[in-house]
């Protein structure tokens, strides 16, 4: 299986800061990388698709890039719906594989 | 709005058989257009892919689960459902089911989990 390692594992942050969130795959998976976002009690929701495609819906505060085996989710001004459990996934081959996630708080 | 809905029960005795269902409401699973998913998370541990399934009843199992693990359509009702034999406390876990886009190759909707606790 491709291991997805997400770095922080949490991390503070105050309204208004910009955040970057790293995620590295054990293997090249090209742009085949998703971020989503997980709030207590609700369901997850798909951020970013293909490495940097923005899902419908979703602010342009989020972004993502990357390629290969690094990839980064970007937050631009936090606000206070930001702060959740952020995780990336690899599409790339079966079985589908999750980062740790990286949890977003407020400092 | 595409939705989907976990139900099942939540406690399992150990060596049963956990079994789930994901009601779909604002798509329908017979469109050919999305797979169906279940994923799961341990208590303190990360998302792990348990399976989908496909409109023609074509699966993909996790390596690790594939043994135990059954995923199906019920086109007639909008749904599918998951079955895990022989469960132990290790199954313990919030239960999500999910869908998969073709196009995207990513999980664009999920359910809100359901949590299934394995204890006697």
């Known amino acids: 299986d491709i291991q997805m390692t997400q770095s922080p594992s949490s991390l503070s942050a105050s309204v208004g800061d910009r955040v970057t969130i790293t995620c590295r795959a054990s293997?090249?998976?090209?742009?085949?990388l998703n971020w989503y976002q997980r709030k207590p009690g609700k369901a997850p929701k798909l951020l970013i698709y293909?490495?940097?495609s923005l899902q419908s819906g979703v602010p342009s505060k989020f972004s993502g890039s990357g390629s290969g085996t690094h990839f980064t989710l970007t937050i631009s001004s936090l606000q206070p719906e930001d702060f959740a459990t952020y995780y990336c996934?690899?599409?790339?081959?079966?079985?589908?594989?999750f980062g740790q996630g990286t949890k977003l708080e407020i400092k | 709005q595409v939705q989907l809905q976990e139900s099942g029960p939540g406690l399992v005795k150990p060596s049963q058989t956990l079994s789930l269902t994901c009601t779909v409401s604002g798509d329908s699973i017979s469109s050919g257009r999305n797979y169906w998913s279940w994923i799961r998370q341990p208590a303190g541990k990360g998302l792990e892919w348990i399976g989908r399934v496909y409109i023609g009843g074509s699966t993909n199992y996790n390596p690790s689960l594939k043994s135990r693990v059954t995923i199906s359509l019920d086109t007639s009702k909008n749904l599918f459902s998951l079955r895990l034999s022989s469960v132990t406390a290790a199954d313990t876990a919030i239960y999500y089911c999910?869908?998969?886009?073709?196009?995207?190759?990513?999980?664009?909707?999920w359910g809100q989990g359901s949590l299934v606790t394995v204890s006697s």
């Open positions: 293909s490495a940097s």
């Open positions: 996934q690899q599409s790339y081959t079966a079985p589908p594989t």
């Open positions: 293997q090249n998976i090209a742009t085949y």
């Open positions: 999910a869908r998969g886009a073709y196009t995207t190759s990513a999980i664009d909707y």
